[in-house]
């Protein structure tokens, strides 16, 4: 978990990269966040991120970069995301609109994500 400390600055700019996307999906379906939803949504975010942060590290580097960092979020959300959202949103009676806009916000911010890590580059753990 190294990486993680390695990785600070870039991994709290794509957090907030996320929560500016959520604040903005939120207020445009006409929703507010209270403190509550924002600090779990915060720690969930920073979470999220070094993980992504983690799997973009270690991608293999048979493609380009950019390719490799928005490739490893897709494969995130499409492997791991998209299907435990469409479970409990349906267990929790959601319809198909909202689970197309959680899938939607949820791809949407793992992408912006992934390409903040991009840009400002990301430092492997020290070998050994």
């Given amino acids: 978990m190294i990486y993680i400390w390695l990785n600070i600055v870039p991994i709290l700019a794509a957090t907030f990269a996320g929560l500016a996307i959520g604040y903005a999906w939120a207020r445009a379906s006409g929703r507010a966040i209270g403190i509550g939803v924002g600090i779990a949504a915060l720690i969930a975010e920073f979470w999220l991120v070094a993980i992504l942060a983690g799997a973009v590290i270690l991608a293999p580097d048979q493609a380009p970069p950019w390719t490799m960092a928005l490739g490893s979020a897709f494969i995130i959300w499409i492997g791991f ?3 435990a959202l469409v479970v409990n949103l349906s267990v929790g009676g959601a319809g198909a609109r909202a689970i197309a806009s ?5 791809l949407v911010t793992m992408l912006v994500q992934a390409a903040v890590l991009q840009a ?3 430092v492997p753990p020290p070998a050994g």
């Fill in 81 to 83: 995301v998209l299907p």
């Fill in 102 to 106: 959680a899938a939607g916000y949820w």
């Fill in 120 to 122: 400002m580059g990301l």
